[in-house]
């Protein structure tokens, strides 16, 4: 099968509802075994079934492939103000985020339900998912692909600034610390000019152990969650090697019936050809016995009139 043509029925089997996914991937590899291509119908069967959730991504990522463009445009604006510290256009970027979420989930929505009237849609993970696209320039590349077969999720957004602190003066006790997380987490230090640098210093050095604190968490909660998807994942793909491996005894055993019961057939029809040609000896059998009857009669009289 060419190529172009093998990603066409891939695109299908990814834009079509997931609950159909096996059949019609278990169809295409037996297509594909029938025609002598088995490059193809090892590709095909190495597919794996999406989750709702990324059926939903994978039909906006390709049927509006215009939105994702739109979304991984914004993701790198973002993390260039996240980089900069550019207050304002952060919160006006990050509002424009929900909004262009909020209309990538609607529009998700509107395809998959017109694809599969009546589905229940994990909306939450959509949105997870297109969340982390925005934060992981990997899972946008990813979503493009329209290929998903779970939905991704993020525990923050995009690059971690470092803080920046700026010290109150006499003069100008209204100033505040610059986190780059917004006025709420800023700190002001209003302290005698001899502590203030001392002051300033302990609390980045807080704020320094604080967030190694937190990145050593997240990574083993990372190390965690890597080796739990790594454990599922084999346990799909042998799941799905035994399902394959069933569904090829299931056709291996309707070949062996059909075979069996095309000669049960052939059989019976010699049954009745025998059966046939039995009664048609029978029939003539007595016929020739009536006969043999008949001579041996005529015989008899011959004789009684001679010895007359």
């Known amino acids: 099968m060419p190529s172009s043509a093998t990603d066409d029925l891939i695109r299908r089997l990814y834009e079509s509802p997931p609950e159909g996914f096996v059949a019609a991937r278990t169809a295409a590899v037996n297509d ?139 003069s100008d006790d209204t100033d505040e610390a610059e986190t780059g997380e917004g006025d709420a987490d800023a700190e002001v230090i209003e302290l005698p000019n001899a502590a203030r640098e001392k002051a300033a210093n302990a609390v980045a050095e807080r704020r320094r152990r604080e967030r190694e604190q937190r990145k050593r968490e997240l990574r083993r909660e990372l190390g965690a969650a890597e080796a739990a998807e790594q454990r599922a994942d084999k346990q799909v793909e042998r799941a799905e090697s035994a399902e394959r ?42 016929a020739a016995r009536r006969r043999v009857g008949d001579v041996q009669a005529a015989i008899e009289d011959l004789e009684g009139d001679d010895s007359d």
């Not at 949105?127 to 982390?132: H, V």
């Open 32 to 170: 594909a075994r029938k025609a002598g291509d088995r490059d193809t119908a090892k590709r095909l069967a190495a597919l794996k079934k999406p989750t709702v959730a990324a059926w939903v991504v994978n039909l906006l990522a390709l049927r509006r492939p215009e939105l994702i463009e739109e979304l991984v445009e914004l993701s790198g604006a973002l993390r260039e103000a996240q980089r900069g510290l550019k207050g304002d256009q952060l919160r006006e970027l990050t509002a424009q985020r929900r909004q262009v979420v909020s209309a990538l989930v609607s529009s998700a929505r509107q395809l998959a339900q017109a694809e599969e009237p009546g589905i229940k849609l994990p909306l939450g993970e959509v949105e997870a998912t297109l969340s982390a696209a925005l934060a992981e320039p990997d899972v946008a590349a990813q979503v493009r692909t329209g290929r998903l077969i779970r939905s991704a999720t993020y525990a923050g957004f995009g690059e971690v600034p470092r803080p920046r602190l700026r010290l109150v003066t006499d």
């Open 245 to 286: 491996d069933a569904e090829h005894l299931v056709e291996d055993l309707d070949a062996e019936l059909a075979e069996l019961e095309r000669r049960r057939t052939e059989a019976q029809a010699d049954v009745a050809r025998r059966k046939l040609a039995r009664r048609t000896a029978e029939r003539e059998a007595a």
